[in-house]
């Protein structure tokens, strides 16, 4: 066997020519057309080609030996292969390829919105409600400053009336010039004895047989049991209007102390119109009385009492105790003292310029000047 001599073919194996079976398709170089086609189109990972640059070879060494490194693409120049950012930037490259002037991609913004403006009217209408807002007051310290004035009048009076019930204003009644006597018998010190415990009795927590169990020198009660039902009544009276004052004043106090912390002035404020509420109630009913004190004293009666049960003859002794003229002395010493009260307290919450914060009033002439 020699060289030339044709070599023995393997009945095996594959005789045919395959280089243009379509099996060997992918070993051929693809057409320009097709490779561009094949290109992924990943916008998320892909580069801009008209932006992505080489930096300079003269400037840039290598990283072994400190040597520019040479064939590298001229500084500026775009590197091809790169697939762009998105598809707008791929149809500008591709415009740009053809020689075509790119187009124009706007995409309106998200907050291009907030650019338009609302209406005249709108507009005026939120400057409006902004500026009601700012010079709108809290509700709560009004509310506590018309507490501060609708409560002094109740407190005022009913600290008076608890000043009247009291022993010391019995010795002053029975012990002044002019006082009634007693045809019946009492004197001075009698009914200093005898008052004082009806007067107690009108404070205290006992029962009716305070004044029921009571008895005179001759041994016998001192007091009907149509007078000690009376007195009862009283004391009910007494002790629900000492109890609802007691409560003002707790409330009072509460008022005060939010008003001072949240409100300047604003105890002042409640305590002036309290004080002219007063003054004009005290003034009011002093007027009544004076116009017929029977018959104010009979209506007052009326108000709080049934009718059959506050009457009494003149030998009783609730009668010869408390006359007439004592009631007439109780009603001008609660009215005094509450008319005082209020008119100091008006006196002392009266609205200067000082007590408003305002300058003085020739200071405020030069200002304006």
Do not use: C
Not at 25 to 35: E, I, L
Not at 111 to 131: G, I, K, N
Not at 217 to 230: C, D, I, R, T, Y
Not at 288 to 312: P, S, V, Y
């Amino acid at each position: 066997m020699t060289e030339k001599s044709p070599i023995p073919k393997d009945q095996d194996a594959d005789i045919h020519d395959d280089g243009d079976e379509p099996a060997f398709d992918w070993m051929k170089p693809a057409p320009k057309s097709m490779a561009e086609d094949a290109q992924p189109e990943r916008a998320d990972i892909a580069e801009d080609s008209s932006t992505k640059r080489v930096p300079d070879a003269r400037s840039t060494p290598d990283s072994a030996s400190g040597q520019p490194v040479t064939g590298q693409p001229v500084t500026g120049q775009p590197v091809t292969g790169q697939q762009p950012e998105s598809r707008a930037d791929r149809k500008a490259a591709e415009a740009a390829d053809a020689g075509a002037e790119p187009a124009l991609f706007a995409e309106p913004l998200p907050t291009s919105a907030l650019q338009v403006r609302p209406a005249e009217a709108e507009v005026e209408r939120r400057y409006h409600e902004r500026e009601q807002a700012a010079n709108a007051k809290p509700v709560a310290p009004r509310i506590f400053q018309v507490i501060l004035a609708v409560f002094y009048p109740v407190v005022l009076l009913v600290l008076a009336i608890r000043a009247v019930t009291s022993p010391l204003f019995l010795w002053v009644e029975y012990y002044r010039p002019g006082f009634p006597g007693d045809g019946y018998g009492f004197n001075a010190d009698d009914r200093m004895t005898y008052g004082s415990y009806a007067v107690d009795y009108l404070s205290n927590w006992s029962g009716p047989r305070y004044l029921g169990d009571l008895v005179n020198q001759n041994g016998e009660k001192l007091f009907k049991e149509g007078e000690v039902s009376h007195m009862a009544d009283v004391k009910t009276v007494m002790l629900s209007a000492f109890g609802a004052g007691a409560l003002m004043v707790i409330i009072g106090i509460i008022a005060m102390l939010y008003l001072r912390k949240r409100s300047k002035g604003g105890i002042r404020r409640g305590l002036f119109a309290g004080s002219i509420a007063t003054l004009v109630l005290i003034v009011g009913l002093g007027t009544l009385a004076a116009m017929g004190w029977q018959q104010f004293f009979t209506e007052f009666h009326r108000i709080f009492f049934a009718n059959g049960t506050w009457t009494f003859s003149l030998d009783d002794t609730l009668i010869r105790l408390f006359p007439g003229q004592f009631w007439m002395d109780a009603g001008i010493a609660i009215g005094a003292m509450v008319f005082v009260a209020a008119l100091l307290t008006l006196i002392f919450t009266w609205p200067t310029r000082r007590r408003r914060g305002l300058p003085p009033k020739n200071e405020a002439v030069t200002l304006e000047k």
